[in-house]
């Protein structure tokens, strides 16, 4: 006998069963997927070359404007570059490359990152520290040389004479700039200043570089005029450059007051 209800109650079991085994096999796959996504792991070498690599850069400088002090700067010596190398080969291909193209290619900037090049002078940020070169024409046609490699504990100067494209005298401070500390000493001193003259023996001076033929030598972050008057006659000098002498001489001694950083 024909039962209506039970066959209806017969298709709907089978419908329910479909409708559970379809829910479970779609979920099965959603869950599959999910595993794959989070599972996913990228083979090293190719994350090798999706790291950012140091940007290539293009230096420009005009050659024939600056031949000068190139050409200098091919002369120096390695003892020039006291805490970092720039060896003789390494500056021999930097100045091809300016002088063939016009530019050099900077291949890590944060290394040895160029601030200024000027026909007179040079300026580079070397890691921590940074390193220049300033020459001075002198009435002979020859120049004054003077590099200056600073570092956290005090600035490392180097002097030369260069004549002819060749260095053929290497001098020191006292001659160029007549033994500056001497200068600052008060002559009457009313007190005790042992202390005061032991630290101008330290590496605490700063050189100022950017005055055409003039160097400031500035000790002004640490000796006040305040503190050090009946010590010191000033805390900077300023030297001007004499072509004929080949040598500084003292525009003035003054109070420079001090710089609040």
């Known amino acids: 006998m024909f ?16 409708m559970l085994s379809l829910l479970i096999l779609s979920c099965g796959e959603q869950t599959s997927d999910k595993a794959q996504v989070t599972t996913e792991t990228v083979d090293p070498s190719e994350a090798e ?4 690599q140091p940007a290539l850069q293009k230096v420009t400088i005009d050659f024939e404007q600056h031949k000068d002090i190139l050409d200098i700067i091919l002369l120096l010596p390695d003892t020039s570059f006291s805490t970092w190398e720039w060896k003789s080969h390494d500056r021999i291909s930097w100045y091809n ?28 940020t070397i890691v921590d520290g940074s390193w220049s070169i300033h020459i001075y024409r002198t009435a002979e046609n020859s120049f004054i040389v003077i590099t200056d490699d600073v570092v956290g504990d005090g600035n490392t100067l180097n002097f030369y004479e260069v004549v002819s494209n060749k260095i053929i005298e290497h001098t020191d401070s006292k001659k160029l700039f007549s033994g500056f500390r001497e200068l600052l000493k008060h002559g009457n001193t009313t007190g005790n200043c042992d202390e005061t003259y032991e630290l101008l023996n330290d590496p ?15 000790g002004s972050w640490y000796f006040s005029e305040e503190e050090h008057i009946n010590c010191l006659t000033g805390n900077t000098i300023t030297y001007a450059f004499n072509p004929q002498e080949k040598k500084f001489h003292v525009e003035r001694i003054y109070w420079k007051p001090k710089q609040n950083n």
């Open 3 to 18: 039962h209506p209800i039970s066959n209806c109650n017969s298709k709907m079991k089978r419908i329910t069963i479909l």
């Open 204 to 218: 605490m001076f700063e050189y100022d570089f950017s005055k055409e033929n003039k160097i400031d030598i500035d």
């Open 97 to 124: 490359e300016i002088k063939e193209h016009g530019y050099y290619t900077d291949d890590d900037p944060n290394y040895f990152n160029q601030e200024y090049f000027e026909p007179t002078r040079a300026g580079y």
């Open 49 to 52: 070359h999706t790291e950012q």
